[in-house]
Every structure is written in C-alpha cells, then in structure tokens.
C-alpha cells in the first residue's frame, strides 16, 4: 500500500514537472520562433533558445518516467496497455522530444551563420531554418502523446486506481486533443488558435488535476491487489 502511495506521488510529481517545463520552453521561445525574422531574432536571444532547449528536454524526461513507474501497477490489470503506454509515451516520445531539442539547439550556429552572411541570398539559411523548426510542427508528437494517453486512462478506467470521473475526464480530453491533430494537418486550425486552446485546455486540466490527486490521495488497490489480498 505505502509503495503504491509513493509510486503516486512520484508520478504526481513528474506530470507537474514535465507540464510546467512544457509551458516554460513555449513562453521562452514562441516570440522568438514565431517571428518573421527568427533567425535574426535566434542570434540575438541565444540564452533564451537553450534554456527552451532545456525545458524541452525536462519536459520529456519527466513524462517518460511517468510509464516507466506506473508499468508494475498498471501491468496487474493491462499488461498489453501498459507496456504500450511504456512503448509510446516512454520511448517513441522521448526521442522525438530529443529531435526536437537539438533542431532549436541547431538553429543557434545557422543563426550566426545567417548574421554573418548578411543574408544576401537568404533563401538557403530559411529553407535550412523551416526545415529545423518543421521537426517541433510535426504532429507525430501529438499523434503519438494522444495514442499513449488512450492507452494510459483506459488502463486507469479498468483498475479503477483513481476515481472513474476522473479517468473518463481524461479519456474525453485526449480525444480532443487527438481532434485538434487533424484539425492541423488538413489546416482546419491553427496552432495556438482560440479554437485550439480551448480543445486542448480540458487535457491540460485534468493531467493538473490528476496530479494533485495523486499526489494528496493516491491509488485505490487495483483489483487485483484486493483479489490477492483477500485470497
């Protein structure tokens, strides 16, 4: 039970973590990336750039121990699922998130480059800067983030480990967010858009929420735990 406990507050913790790192990389770098001049912009804010860089990889690394921990309760009632949820939101989304890093790392030298060049023909150093930033638009990261999260609160449903309404929030929210995916690829949306936000705003939410839930109550028993407890 104590073990199960602190496992909750590890993970609390970590979805804290890995959610505030998230928003600090966006506030840190969208002025700068969104900017027509971003590579004059990026040359000028470097320091800005690697701390971004290194809130994203905070972020990654806190959300892939996240499965990593919770693998030994959730396996007791969806072995498959779990290990799915180790699969997507621990491997496949910690090395995108990495990509991701070094592309906002790389920009940084092309920067320089840029400004030193005194851009006579800019269109090499764009090209080389769209195809950089293209790595963070992907949506390959938010395709994968969503599989993950099915996976994830579908488990939770099924243990019932935290309050059904609480998982079925979840479940309800990934779906927005897995909406707005597509929404974006067939340019429906657009990234940061009112529409946007607000799609994605019950995800954020509920992972909030789920934290400090984690964090004051804990876990129920799974059924499993009680089966083998009363046997």
């Known amino acids: 039970m104590n073990s199960n406990k ?41 320091t800005q750039i690697l701390i ?6 905070l972020m990654g690394f806190a959300l892939a121990m996240v499965p990593v921990v919770m693998f030994p309760v959730l396996k007791k009632t969806n072995e498959v699922l779990a290990l799915g949820y180790v699969v997507f939101r621990g491997a496949l989304e ?13 920009l940084i030298p092309l920067s320089q480059e840029y400004v030193k060049a005194g851009a006579p023909d800019p269109s090499y150093f764009q090209t080389l800067g769209a195809l950089l930033q293209g790595v963070a638009d992907l949506p390959l990261t938010a395709l994968i983030f969503s599989i993950g999260a099915l996976m994830f609160y579908t488990v939770l449903y099924q ?26 690829i067939f340019n429906l949306q657009t990234e940061f858009s009112v529409s946007n936000i607000v ?14 839930w984690l964090i004051v109550k804990g876990v129920n028993p799974s059924p499993i735990t009680s089966d083998s407890v009363n046997n």
């Open 94 to 106: 910690t090395v995108i998130v990495m990509a991701v890093a070094i592309s906002m790392l790389l």
């Open 199 to 212: 799609m994605n705003l019950p995800i954020f939410l509920q992972e909030m929420v789920m934290a400090v």
């Open 52 to 57: 971004g860089a290194f809130f994203v990889l």
């Open 159 to 184: 243990s019932n480990l935290i309050p059904r309404w609480l998982s079925v929030w979840g479940l309800i929210a990934i779906t927005l967010h897995l909406a707005t995916v597509f929404l974006l």
């Open 6 to 46: 602190n496992t909750a507050r590890i993970v609390g913790v970590l979805f804290i973590i890995g959610t505030v790192a998230g928003v600090l990389s966006v506030i840190f770098t969208k002025s700068i990336l969104t900017d027509e001049n971003y590579l004059l912009k990026v040359a000028a804010n470097e």
